[in-house]
């Protein structure tokens, strides 16, 4: 509730500060945060969104199309992802997982 009384301009810092830690493990935004720091606070402000997720859950299959194209980066725990060939692999903290969307 006390979270809707701060201004968008604040809202916008705050998110800043809350996710380019975890935005700027990937090379391409650290690079597009040189070239565009704008975009980056934009981006955080409004490009981000968390997803907490339990043991055994599942956040995608292969080959099934998302509802919502997202790339997903690890901020704490592992994700299991298993492949095509069913060989599985732990994807971990400050890691991230289906960056193809940033290409698409």
């Given at each position: 509730e006390l979270l809707q009384l701060i201004s968008e301009p604040l809202m916008g810092r705050l998110h800043f500060e809350i996710y380019w830690p975890i935005l700027r493990v990937h090379p391409f935004f650290r690079c597009y945060a040189e070239l565009n720091p704008q975009a980056i606070h934009q981006?955080?402000?409004s490009g981000v969104s968390v997803m907490s997720v339990s043991k055994d859950d599942v956040v995608f299959h292969d080959l099934q199309p998302p509802r919502?194209?997202?790339m997903f980066l690890v901020a704490s725990g592992t994700l299991r992802y298993t492949g095509p060939s069913q060989e599985t692999q732990?994807?971990?903290?400050?890691?991230w997982i289906?960056?193809?969307?940033?290409w698409t």
């Amino acid at each position: 509730e006390l979270l809707q009384l701060i201004s968008e301009p604040l809202m916008g810092r705050l998110h800043f500060e809350i996710y380019w830690p975890i935005l700027r493990v990937h090379p391409f935004f650290r690079c597009y945060a040189e070239l565009n720091p704008q975009a980056i606070h934009q981006i955080c402000h409004s490009g981000v969104s968390v997803m907490s997720v339990s043991k055994d859950d599942v956040v995608f299959h292969d080959l099934q199309p998302p509802r919502k194209p997202a790339m997903f980066l690890v901020a704490s725990g592992t994700l299991r992802y298993t492949g095509p060939s069913q060989e599985t692999q732990a994807v971990a903290r400050s890691n991230w997982i289906c960056e193809s969307v940033l290409w698409t």
